[in-house]
């Protein structure tokens, strides 16, 4: 459902008649995201990794009145995802796919300084096969896992020069994590395991906006600690890079 509403953002934001062609930016961008947390994540004496990410597109539609609307869909891998299964862990390859919408205004106090407002979401769609053994028996089994981020943050942006801006702010991450991990030990022992939680916590980040060859990036560090059995902490990184404007 989420893909199908970023995917009809992206295209409500293109053909909308009220944010006209004379006062709106239409922009694609490469869109990198990567967040993980120090430890696993443990609810109730089970684990499960709290790491998602990668690579896709963004398109938005930047307006001169009514701020910067965009939707996003990407594509990652990671080569060792874990999780708890029958008294052990059992870990391997996991693929992802991310998927999300977000909005943002510029609220300008003079010419160097402006006030931001971010609302951004995001799902996470992970899937993989893990190995191990459980007492004493191979253990394959399926994982399958949604994670979602919702952050909103306050900001303040502080422009160097025209072409170089820093941007601090603080704000609320709401998240959610259900893992689900099916399989067999040894021949034919069939077990299952499942890890769900939520949350909302305090987030802060910092950001940079600059060019490189007169081509615009942003990159944005992120930093949380999650209301779980063991308060981990969860560092994310978000770059953007123009790929073409129109």
Avoid at 112 to 123: A, C, T
Avoid at 130 to 152: F, I, K, W
Avoid at 197 to 224: L, T, W
Wanted: include cysteine; charge should be negative; glycine fraction near 10%.
């Amino acid at each position: 459902m989420v893909i199908r509403f970023a995917i009809g953002l992206s295209l409500a934001l293109l053909g909308c008649p009220a944010l006209s062609f004379a006062e709106t930016d239409y922009t694609a961008e490469l869109d990198m995201t990567y967040s993980q947390s120090n430890k696993r994540i443990r609810i109730d004496g089970k684990t499960a990794t709290f790491r998602a990410g990668g690579a896709g597109l963004r398109l938005q539609a930047d307006h001169d009145r009514y701020g910067m609307f965009y939707g996003k869909l990407g594509y990652g891998y990671s080569p060792k995802e874990s999780a708890s299964y029958s008294g052990t862990t059992l870990s391997g390859p996991a693929e992802s796919l991310f998927y999300g919408a977000g909005y943002s205004y510029f609220y300008s106090l003079n010419h160097r300084y402006k006030l931001k407002f971010s609302s951004d979401y995001v799902e996470y769609d992970i899937s993989g096969d893990l190995e191990g053994d459980v007492s004493g028996l191979p253990t394959v089994a399926r994982l399958t896992s949604l994670m979602t981020t919702h952050d909103t943050v306050l900001a303040l942006r502080y422009s160097i020069n025209r072409d170089l801006h820093v941007t601090l702010g603080i704000g609320e991450r709401k998240w959610s994590i259900e893992a689900l991990a099916k399989g067999t030990i040894g021949d034919s022992i069939g077990a299952t395991s499942e890890v769900a939680a939520s949350g909302s916590d305090p987030i802060s980040h910092i950001g940079i906006e600059f060019k490189v060859k007169n081509i615009p990036v942003r990159a944005f560090y992120s930093h949380s600690t999650l209301t779980a059995d063991n308060a981990p902490v969860v560092h994310g990184l978000d770059i953007q890079i123009l790929l073409h404007g129109f």
